[in-house]
Antibody, heavy 123, light 110 residues
Framework: QLLLQESGPGLVKPSETLSLSCTVS??????????WGWIRQPPGKGLEWIGI???????YYNPSLKSRITLSVDTSKNQFSLKLSSVTAADMGTYYC???????????????WGRGTLVTVSS | QSALTQPASVSGSPGQSITISCAGT?????????VSWYQQHPGEAPKLMIY???KRPSGVSNRFSGSKSGSTASLTISGLQAEDEADYYC??????????FGGGTTLTVL
């Protein structure tokens, strides 16, 4: 059974870079044909898609965040990562790592989710 | 792109059916059969309930069904049960390879 687990600092200072990783267990990040990504949720609010990455490095980003996002994959660690630069209070919330399954390029949905990690932005 | 539009709350009694709407535009829901629905209980991660408008993942009850008409998608839950009380989010693929979510709907089982 494939599992996703987020990790990273729970506290980031304003204007600094938020860095999170997601470890995939129970299967290889590079052989499933899936895309791996991030979705966030401000406290008490709705979901916002951040972006996804294929194991080869090909990415799709939310246009509203594109200038501040970097997604990467480390196949040797079976991990993928998110960097979000110049954070503000608006970037606070729970960050989920997710999987877009291998649908032959058609489906755009997320069938696996990590438990989420809460990120606070404060000096 | 703007978020998809959902009602803030819906309610129903056990055994009844409810429908949650998700209004989009011709750039997202109206153009693609790529609407999905997620259920989120407090303190938990979202769970995929419906994908590609009306398909159910393995293990999801057949009390959950999805549909679409024009630029509005809908999630129907029949035979309401107490465990269905949760937040529900719709999502759609949109132009330029992006994904939109609705603002979420809180379902209360009376």
């Amino acid at each position: 059974q494939l599992l996703l687990q987020e990790s990273g600092p729970g506290l980031v200072k304003p204007s600094e870079t938020l860095s999170l990783s997601c470890t995939v267990s129970g299967g290889s990040i590079s052989t499933t044909g899936s895309h791996w990504g991030w979705i966030r949720q401000p406290p008490g609010k709705g979901l916002e898609w951040i972006g996804i990455i294929y194991y080869s490095g090909y990415t799709y980003y939310n246009p509203s965040l594109k200038s501040r996002i970097t997604l990467s994959v480390d196949t040797s660690k079976n991990q993928f990562s998110l960097k979000l630069s110049s954070v503000t209070a608006a970037d606070m919330g729970t960050y989920y790592c997710t999987r877009r399954p291998n649908t032959g390029g058609y489906g755009w949905y997320f069938d696996l989710w990590g438990r989420g990690t809460l990120v606070t932005v404060s000096s | 792109q703007s978020a998809l539009t959902q009602p803030a709350s819906v309610s129903g009694s056990p055994g009844q059916s409810i429908t949650i709407s998700c209004a989009g535009t011709s750039s997202d829901v109206g153009s693609y059969n790529l609407v999905s629905w997620y259920q989120q209980h407090p303190g938990e991660a979202p769970k995929l309930m419906i994908y590609e408008v009306n398909k159910r993942p393995s293990g999801v009850s057949n009390r959950f069904s999805g549909s679409k008409s024009g630029s509005t998608a809908s999630l129907t839950i029949s035979g309401l049960q107490a465990e269905d009380e949760a937040d529900y989010y719709c999502s759609s693929y949109a132009d330029s390879k992006t994904v939109l979510f609705g603002g979420g709907t809180t379902l209360t089982v009376l």
